[in-house]
C-alpha cells in the first residue's frame, strides 16, 4: 500500500538538523522523495509499523511533526502533480 | 472529500516569496494548514476543479510543484500524526 509521509522538523539547532538528515534517510529506505519534505512510501503493515517505530524514535515530539496518510493499494488515480517533478515513479516500468 | 496538497515552492526569488505567499493564502481559503507545506482541504468536485485552477494560474511550473492527494470522504481513519501539533480539526466538535 502507499502511504505517504509529511514531516516539519525544527532545524534551529544543530541536533534538529541531523534529525531531519536522519527523517530523510529512513524514509529513503522505505520509498521515494516527491517534495522536500514529502516521501510515497510503499510497504506492508509490518513495514509500516516498523517505519513508524523508526521516526518516532527519531523525532522530538515537542518540536517536530510527522504525520502519515495511508493512501491504499489503488492510490493513483488519487494522485495528482503539477510543475517540477523531483522523482521518478519508482513502480513504474523502466524504459531502457 | 479531504484532498491533501503538498506543495515546494522555489524561493530564491522575490517573485518565489510572493508566489509562496499566494499558495498559501489560496489553499487556506479552502482548508487548513497541519504543516509548513501541507495543508487539508475539505472541498466537493467543483471546489477541488476551482483550487487547481487558482494554484496552476500562480505558481511556476518550471520551479515549484504542488501534489495532491485525494483521501475521500471517509479519511480520518487514514491520517496519523506525531509530534507537535500544528492546526485544530477544522470539522472536529468545537468545544466552549
Known amino acids: 500500500?502507499?502511504?505517504?509521509?509529511?514531516?516539519?522538523?525544527?532545524?534551529?539547532?544543530?541536533?534538529g538538523v541531523?534529525?531531519?538528515?536522519?527523517?530523510a534517510k529512513i524514509c529513503t529506505n522505505y520509498g521515494q522523495r516527491?517534495?522536500?519534505?514529502?516521501?510515497?512510501c510503499i510497504v506492508?503493515?509490518?513495514?509500516?509499523?516498523?517505519?513508524?517505530?523508526?521516526?518516532?524514535?527519531?523525532i522530538d515530539v515537542d518540536k517536530d511533526s510527522v504525520r502519515y496518510y495511508v493512501m491504499g493499494e489503488k492510490y493513483k488515480s488519487k494522485v495528482e502533480?503539477?510543475?517540477?517533478?523531483r522523482a521518478f515513479d519508482v513502480t513504474a516500468p523502466l524504459i531502457i
Open 1 to 15: 500500500m502507499l502511504v505517504l509521509i509529511t514531516y516539519d522538523v525544527n532545524t534551529q539547532t544543530a541536533a
Open 18 to 23: 541531523r534529525r531531519l538528515a536522519r527523517v
Open 34 to 40: 516527491v517534495q522536500n519534505s514529502v516521501f510515497e
Open 44 to 58: 506492508d503493515q509490518t513495514q509500516y509499523v516498523m517505519l513508524k517505530k523508526q521516526l518516532k524514535d527519531i
Open 81 to 85: 502533480h503539477i510543475g517540477v517533478q
